[in-house]
């Protein structure tokens, strides 16, 4: 049972344009979600995170929205640039009282074309 | 941000021989280190849990007996896959986490592994 799902594998978007990339979990016990980065042959980078008390959060070009109702967060970024070209995971932390690993979705591929 | 170092970041080995791999957090204490595994085509699977001074928590399907977890001190777990086979090339990446909860994982570079 795969609790935090990224349903598109891969994404396509124009240097300078919007990138969103969706996220979507089951447990809604979930109350902190986090973005890595990663590029091939690396280990992946955190990116961002938000906290179940916010619906908003914003570094710089990366925001990442929450919508607790619908179990759904989206990473947007804006512009695009060709360095962000990477496969972005979202995780989750599980529920207070259990263990500390990470339920990672399965990855979305960005390509951000020149 | 800390700094999870994990070596090496390239192997090849025989099939047959064991080949370990190291990771270290360079500026923080680790309590958990966490082993992740990546298929093609982007997942990351996780292996095992490992838990200072303590034995090594696996996924099911996971060998524990092919995939062994030390994780000795605070800074340093390794993982060494033992009698090596092709399909074990893969790259392997670690993570650790300072404890507590809603910490964010750092992650190491990883390795590629290459079973000949």
């Not at chain 1, 989750?92 to 951000?112: C, D, E, M, Q, R």
């Not at chain 2, 390239?10 to 064991?18: A, D, H, M």
Request: proline share 6%.
């Amino acid at each position: 049972d795969q609790q935090v799902k990224q349903n598109s594998p891969s994404l396509s978007v124009q240097e300078g344009r919007i990138s969103i990339l969706n996220c979507d979990y089951t447990n809604s016990m979930f109350d902190y979600f986090l973005w890595y980065k990663k590029y091939p042959a690396e280990g992946p980078t955190f990116l961002i995170s938000i906290s179940s008390i916010k619906d908003k959060n914003e570094d710089g070009r990366f925001t990442v929205f929450l919508n607790k109702s619908a179990k759904h967060l989206s990473l947007h970024i804006v512009p695009s640039q060709p360095g962000d070209s990477a496969v972005y995971f979202c995780a989750a932390p599980p529920p207070p009282g259990s263990n500390y690993k990470l339920t990672f979705g399965k990855g979305t591929l960005l390509t951000v074309n020149p | 941000g800390a700094v999870v170092s994990q070596h090496p970041s390239r192997v090849i080995c025989k099939s047959g021989t064991s080949v370990k791999i190291e990771c270290r957090s360079l500026d923080f204490q680790a309590t958990t280190m966490f082993w992740y595994r990546q298929f093609p085509k982007q997942s990351l699977m996780l292996m095992a849990t490992s838990n200072e001074g303590s034995k090594a928590t696996y996924e099911q399907g996971v060998e524990k007996d092919k995939f062994l977890i030390n994780h000795a001190s605070l800074t340093l777990s390794t993982l060494t896959v033992t009698s090596a086979h092709p399909e074990d090339s893969s790259f392997y990446i670690c993570s650790a986490q300072t404890g507590g909860m809603n910490t964010e994982a750092f992650f190491g570079q990883g390795t590629r592994l290459t079973v000949v």
